[in-house]
């Protein structure tokens, strides 16, 4: 259900799949904001995307075969390269010279790095696609293997839907306020409410949490790691990706956590971490329980939000510990309406220090 102005964010690069779900020869059947999409990764190591309808007769193309180069419909044979192409249509007979590429399919851009596999989602009553120079998120320091074990692919990804608009789903990503309420955990932080002062600063498509030192109640599962006072950063970027970095002493744990719509209703939210720990990986296990126990909390909630929802009512966003959410909406207005317009995203963030109690 979808409240007030919100509307789902074009143009901009989303989170698709995590890179090892797709394995070379492979093809994946998904919608990503209520359109079917068809990945495949060729022979080649290289991931494509198209519309996962059959221009004939509309069979979703994932019915049919990928042969780790064509895909062939399975209604009436019709082949389809990785880039959307129509390459053959076996009815036809020879003295039928037809042009193919009248049934292409539509293609979308894919990009992938460091273990994820990102789509950009034009608007869909435009050809061409919007000039935007925004790129996917990379994390620095994680691009190569050999740098202090930093590796580039994750050490854990954890994936989760939730029953939601998209916009509930991020504001509950960057909402300090009900950390308390819905993440009580004996690992996570005491019970006590306490003040926070925090600044911010406009980042690109975004804004930042700068750099501080983590309260000394405050993540008791970094103090395991030992090596010193652990500090963290919290980025925030369109369409719908927080990037929290830790460090403590010479180490860093990264994680990325984007929010994809699939529908008005459905969101998916994708869970990444690195880390220079190379230990980390032995953990799955744990935190796979870890991050299931956590994100389900905030999907719980916002299952309950639903409720209220239907009955459309507007929401009251209040000063400070709301305010990163109404940079949400004021990013999101602005990035629409710069794209609309054919000129420069102007960032509405105004660098600024926010208070709370959480
Ligand atoms: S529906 Fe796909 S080939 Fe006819
Ligand atoms: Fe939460």
């Known amino acids: 259900m979808k409240n007030n102005d919100n509307f789902v964010l074009r143009n901009t690069w989303y989170y698709a799949l995590p890179s090892n779900q797709i394995k070379p020869g492979m093809m994946i059947s998904r919608i990503f904001l209520g359109e079917p999409v068809l990945l495949v990764r060729d022979q080649n190591g290289k991931v494509s995307a198209m519309r996962d309808i059959c221009p004939h007769r509309a069979v979703p193309l994932s019915c049919g075969r990928f042969d780790g180069q064509e895909v062939e419909c399975c209604y009436h044979g019709w082949r389809f390269n990785s ?31 460091q273990g994820n596999i990102w789509i950009y989602m034009a608007d869909p009553d435009k050809s061409q696609p919007a000039a935007s120079d925004m790129e996917i998120p990379v994390i620095p320091g994680f691009e190569e293997r050999s740098l202090r074990g930093a590796s580039p692919t994750p050490q854990f990804v954890e994936v989760m839907k939730f029953p939601c608009f998209v916009d509930h789903a991020v504001v509950g990503l960057m909402d300090p306020a009900h950390s308390p309420y819905v993440h009580r955990a004996w690992w996570w932080r005491s019970g006590q409410l306490h003040e926070e002062v925090k600044q911010f600063d406009a ?9 501080h030192r983590l309260p000394a109640n405050g993540g008791r599962l970094y103090l395991l790691i030992g090596g010193g006072v652990p500090e963290t950063e919290i980025s925030f970027r ?11 002493g010479n180490h860093r744990v990264v994680n990325l956590t984007a929010v994809t719509p699939i529908s008005d209703t459905e969101t998916e939210v994708t869970f990444v971490l690195y880390s220079t720990l190379p230990w980390v990986g032995f953990f799955k296990p744990l935190l796979h329980v870890l991050a299931q126990t956590f994100l389900g909390q905030d999907r719980t909630v916002v299952e309950k939000q639903q409720i209220g929802l239907k009955y459309n009512p507007v929401l009251r966003l209040i000063k400070d510990s709301d305010m990163q959410a109404q940079w949400y909406y004021q990013l999101k207005r602005e990035y629409a309406r710069s794209v609309a317009e054919g000129r420069e995203f102007v960032n509405p963030v105004k660098d600024q220090v926010l208070r709370w109690r959480a």
Request: hydrophobic share 35%.
């Open 238 to 248: 369109l369409p719908s990706v927080r990037i929290e970095e830790t460090t403590i």
């Open 83 to 113: 880039a959307g192409r129509c390459t053959a249509i076996p009815s036809l007979v020879e003295e039928q010279q037809m042009d193919l590429s009248r049934f292409d399919v539509q293609s979308y851009e894919v990009r992938e790095a």
């Open 203 to 211: 980042s690109p498509y975004g804004f930042t949490m700068r750099r």
